[in-house]
């Protein structure tokens, strides 16, 4: 399969801990976004990075949520001292160009299926 | 500021038509159509890149009126694996985040 590889697809954590959520892109793409859906809404963007750099974090709370794009392995999505309000479904999306609408290019974000994060 | 949908659900017997509109108060570069199915993926389906251009995926079509600032797509002989939510995405100005309409949740019946 060489499609977006998330996991784990379901995650537990109690009040405080750590979750961190990893992303695996398509092949040949270098492109990773993550995206937070709350339950019966759409899609919140949060964060575009290439490797090894963040471009844009702007949907990103300004504490406890950081991301990263190392040069080797995936993409990991981490949220320190999670709140029950962290609770929802993140999802990562990979594409190969950045310019997605304007120009030429006609390449979608191709989405990995999520991981469900549960705050007890 | 994302783009808005309409209507908010609409419900279809096999073979039946629906159409599905995206609107934006912002200029529109493009517009990008995803259908997710409960608990899944949201699975591309198209991208309207340029005023008026019809495109379409299996009998489901769209089009894109950028003077208009809008999207509408159309789901032609529903059938049961139409079912699902129907979210349009629009770039911003740097052309990389999409911001995604609320959704549109559809459901076919036999």
């Known amino acids: 399969n060489a ?19 990893r992303c695996s892109p398509m092949k040949g793409h270098s492109h990773v976004y993550w995206y937070r859906q709350l339950p ?3 899609l919140k963007f949060m964060v575009y990075l290439q490797k090894e750099n963040i471009i844009d974090e702007s949907g990103m709370p300004k504490e406890r949520f950081s991301a990263e794009f190392p040069k080797e392995g995936p993409s990991i999505l981490r949220i320190q001292q999670v709140v029950r309000g962290d609770s ?30 549960s705050i007890l | 500021q994302q783009p808005v949908q309409s209507p908010q659900a609409v419900i279809l017997r096999e073979g039946e038509d629906a159409v599905i509109n995206c609107s934006s108060s912002k200029a529109l570069y493009s517009v990008h159509w995803y259908r997710q199915k409960h608990g899944e993926a949201p699975v591309f389906l198209m991208i309207l890149l340029k005023g008026g251009e019809q495109k379409g995926h299996d009998k489901i079509s ?44 559809v459901t076919v019946r036999a």
Do not use: I
């Open chain 2, 62 to 105: 769209a089009s894109f009126n950028e003077k208009k600032q809008q999207s509408s797509l159309y789901l032609t002989a529903s059938q049961l694996s139409y079912s699902g939510t129907y979210f349009c995405g629009t770039p911003d100005e740097n052309d990389y985040k999409l911001s995604f309409g609320a959704g549109t949740t």
């Open chain 1, 3 to 21: 499609g977006v590889m998330q996991n784990p697809r379901h995650l537990v954590r109690r009040r405080g801990q750590e979750a961190r959520l």
């Open chain 1, 40 to 42: 019966e809404e759409g």
């Open chain 1, 88 to 117: 929802a479904a993140y999802f990562c999306a990979s594409s190969p160009t950045r310019r997605q609408g304007l120009g030429n290019s006609n390449q979608p974000q191709h989405f990995g299926d999520g991981t469900r994060l």
